[in-house]
């Protein structure tokens, strides 16, 4: 448990109304459940960003970075140490000829409605991933056959312990599926430019509207979910493996194989991160035993 002095610490740096102790994970993750973190703290610009990174490191305080919380599961016995979310100075937008800037806390989806208006393409794939550009930029996202690797101009980056900032595009990044070096380094994503093409607004529009329907329809987008909870195995597809291995709608407690996509682990209701995980491994042995294929999760799965 982190001492009350790091609390008193963070709300001198940060301001005592942008630091909360025992923050509910549940009400910060997009699965809705989990366990409680000694210390939520929002970072309300790069500066103060800094400072806190800088403070943490100074201490040797875990601390992991938060963006929309899409694709994090926190155990129930929760966080020993100050989740960072990035904050409102990170919502902001702006376009530069053909290029789409973002701060890492503007979601995926708002970011692809900002290309359509101001007519350009290559963002359309992401209108409908659940998580913002930071993550994006993290987990190097994907759907529908785009990723943001392909789009990404180049990312800012502040090092875990705040002590300097960086510019890196994809090659740099190292963007491959579902990874980055990031995930390595610690880096921090701040910002995030698109490289993207003149279009026909209507036609960009119409593409993200078919995308949004085919995910409606065939993803179970009414419950709280992380997405896709497997990576794709090589050669396989995770949903299709689930499904024949007659795993589609198994339940543990709330937690649920979603009976629209296998590919999905839903909250259908009061599900515990256990519950949650219990499923998940229930799942990759009877697959791993069916079919000699291990499923690695692609959700983050921090906590104890």
Excluded at 242 to 253: E, F, P, T
Excluded at 265 to 289: C, E, F, H, K, P
Aim: proline fraction near 3%; aromatic fraction near 6%.
């Amino acid at each position: 448990m982190i001492s009350e002095r790091i609390g008193d610490e963070l709300r001198e740096i940060a301001g005592a109304d942008r630091v909360i102790k025992d923050a509910p994970m549940s009400k910060y993750t997009s699965f809705r459940a989990g366990g409680k973190a000694d210390f939520l703290v929002d970072a309300s610009s790069g500066e103060k960003l800094q400072e806190i990174l800088r403070f943490l490191s100074r201490e040797d305080i875990p601390h992991m970075i938060l963006g929309n919380g899409s694709n994090v599961l926190v155990r129930d016995g929760g966080y020993r140490g100050v989740i960072v979310r990035m904050g409102e100075a990170f919502n902001y937008m702006r376009i530069e000829d053909s290029t789409l800037i973002c701060g890492s806390g503007v979601s995926l989806a708002m970011a692809a409605k900002a290309a359509a208006n101001a007519s350009l393409s290559g963002l359309e794939f992401a209108s409908g991933i659940p998580g913002s550009v930071g993550g994006g930029v993290f987990m190097n996202a994907g759907a529908y056959g785009g990723e943001i690797r392909n789009i990404l101009k180049n990312a800012v980056l502040i090092s875990g312990d705040g002590s300097a900032f960086a510019q890196a595009g994809p090659d740099e990044l190292e963007m491959g599926y579902r990874h980055t070096r990031l995930h390595e380094t610690g880096e921090i994503v701040t910002e995030a430019a698109f490289e993207l093409e003149p279009g026909d607004p209507k036609e960009i529009l119409a593409l993200m509207a078919d995308l949004t329907a085919r995910r409606n329809e065939k993803q179970p987008v009414t419950y709280p979910s992380a997405g896709s909870f497997f990576k794709r195995p090589e050669g396989y597809f995770a949903g299709k493996l689930i499904q024949d291995a007659g795993l589609k709608g198994l339940s543990v407690g709330g937690a649920q194989v979603s009976q629209l996509h296998s590919g999905f682990i839903i909250n259908t209701g009061g599900a515990s991160a256990t519950d949650i995980l219990q499923l998940m491994q229930i799942v990759q042995a009877r697959v791993l035993d069916q079919f000699g294929v291990a499923l690695e999760p692609e959700v983050r799965i921090i906590g104890e």
